[in-house]
Nanobody
Framework: QVQLVESGGGSVQAGGSLRLSCAAS?????MAWFRQGPGKERERVAH??????YYADSVKGRFTISRDPDKNILYLQMNSLKPEDTAMYYC???????????????????WGQGTQVTVSS
């Protein structure tokens, strides 16, 4: 089972930026970032199949998902942060195909422990 370790969370003011990182013990072609806010369901933020990114509408134009295949690291660059982006952010990996815009979290069998992002107004 691939091991995932997130880092880079923190507290910022609205309009600020953060970059999250997820170090994976093994390479996976399908990787994703999910988030879960207080009292909310866990939702997909972005995922990548090979190098093709897919984004939730709520973060398009503000967040960028990328990967360094040589280091097995997944990134999430978050700009123009809003208070509604406040959540625990989780990295996830799958051995299945995910080259489509809509995917279920059930596709992912490996999860990190999460990193907290707090955006104040």
């Amino acid at each position: 089972q691939v091991q995932l370790v997130e880092s880079g969370g923190g507290s910022v003011q609205a309009g600020g930026s953060l970059r999250l990182s997820c170090a994976a013990s093994e390479n996976r072609l399908c990787m994703a970032w999910f988030r879960q806010g207080p009292g909310k369901e866990r939702e997909r933020v972005a995922h990548v199949w090979f190098s093709t990114p897919y984004y939730a509408d709520s973060v398009k134009g503000r967040f960028t998902i990328s990967r360094d295949p040589d280091k097995n690291i997944l990134y999430l660059q978050m700009n123009s942060l809003k208070p509604e982006d406040t959540a625990m952010y989780y990295c996830a990996a799958s051995s299945d195909w995910c080259g489509r815009s809509s995917i279920s979290r059930d596709l992912f069998g490996a999860w990190g422990q999460g990193t907290q992002v707090t955006v104040s107004s």
